[in-house]
């Protein structure tokens, strides 16, 4: 029997009478009776396709893939719903829209439903590394040929791990995680100088980000902070991040209650002068650490990624990994090329 793992009830500015789903490879569709006004809208993520619910009527129907695995309702970019987990990341689903006439007005409110079908993870497809350089991009454009610039497949044909639904704690109807904005908690000194509505704002999207993170961790998961050098990963999706460490044991995982940063963990530098080790592992994002914002660069509250998530990323590495002999190659054209461009600038008179 469908089971409903979680809901969120949400008010919507809908704009030219349509609507539609930020995150999702769907098209918007049409709002049957109004045109502007604000719709009350109820998002549900369930195990399994519910069938139609009572005294709705249906509206749309269909399926797509969600790239992170949280969605949100929106009739324009500028002013979205709010975010909802749907389930894990590079899912198909099924998806439901129903509507009810609001009495009296030109109106409706609506009733979305989503669950999961297929994990559709392809490392061709959703793990394609940047390219070699960017063309136009001062300091990294170099004259070399689209094929020399796209990312080359290793050849290495990795069996591409396959997942169900249940694997993932998206699966659980019971927040594992505690929220960071807790009651009576003092909140960043600049959230104070806000105005009333401003702090609100800021109070309902911090709401929202823990709310999100805590589904995405099962009981007694350890959670903990590191640094990263972008800005847009998002929940729920898992990377392979670095951090450096002290040395106890070899580049094993320190002694600790709760050992973090172990899957696909690799030891890629070695101080002997601090003992100090550069460390990569792979971690699931859960989501930003405000408390970090004021310093310089991206900080994520992340857990260490579950078997499965970690296997699309090791899947992926294997799939994209560099050739050596091309790689040496291609350094060797870039660096003509390079070598070509300053001096034609020095004979043109831009050198300094």
């Not at 969120?8 to 098209?27: F, P, Q, V």
């Not at 129903?98 to 109106?107: G, L």
Request: hydrophobic share 40%; glycine share 6%.
């Amino acid at each position: 029997m469908p089971h409903l793992l979680r809901h969120l009830d949400d008010l919507l500015d809908i704009e030219y009478g349509k609507l539609g789903l930020l995150g999702a490879a769907l098209d918007p569709w049409r709002c049957p009776s109004g045109y502007h006004y604000e719709a009350p809208v109820r998002l549900e993520a369930w195990d399994a396709d519910p069938g139609p619910p009572t005294s709705w009527l249906p509206a749309r129907q269909g399926t797509f893939v969600a790239d992170t695995g949280v969605i949100q309702p929106a009739s324009t970019l500028e002013s979205p719903g709010r975010p909802f987990l749907i389930g894990p990341p590079l899912f198909e689903y099924g998806f439901a829209a129903y509507y009810r006439p609001v009495p009296d007005d030109e109106a409706e409110s609506w009733l979305l439903r989503f669950w999961p079908i297929r994990d559709v993870f392809d490392p061709a497809v959703h793990a394609r590394p940047l390219p070699y350089f960017y063309r136009g991009v001062h300091g990294q454009s170099v004259d070399l040929s689209e094929a020399d610039l796209a990312p080359r497949p290793s050849g290495v044909a990795p069996p591409v791990p396959v997942s169900v639904a249940a694997d993932w704690v998206t699966s659980r109807d019971t927040p594992g995680g505690r929220p960071r904005l807790r009651p009576g908690a003092l909140l960043p000194e600049a959230v104070y100088d806000l105005s009333p509505a401003a702090r609100e704002d800021w109070l309902r999207r911090e709401a929202d980000a823990d709310r999100i993170a805590m589904a995405l961790c099962r009981p007694g998961d350890h959670v903990y902070t590191v640094a990263a050098d972008t800005h847009s990963l998002p929940p729920g999706v898992a990377r392979r991040l670095w951090r450096w460490e002290t040395d106890y044991l070899d580049g094993a995982p320190p002694p600790a209650v709760d050992p973090t940063f172990t899957a696909g963990r690799q030891v890629h530098v070695t101080d002997p002068f601090t003992r100090r080790i550069l460390v990569s592992a792979v971690v699931t994002v859960l989501r930003t650490d405000p408390d970090r914002a004021r310093y310089d660069g991206a900080f994520y509250l992340v857990r260490d990624a579950e078997p499965h998530e970690a296997a699309r990323v090791l899947c992926a590495e294997a799939y994209w990994a560099e050739d050596p002999a091309h790689r040496a190659a291609l350094n060797a054209l870039a660096r003509d090329k390079i070598a070509q461009a300053w001096a034609a600038r020095e004979v043109s008179g831009g050198g300094s």
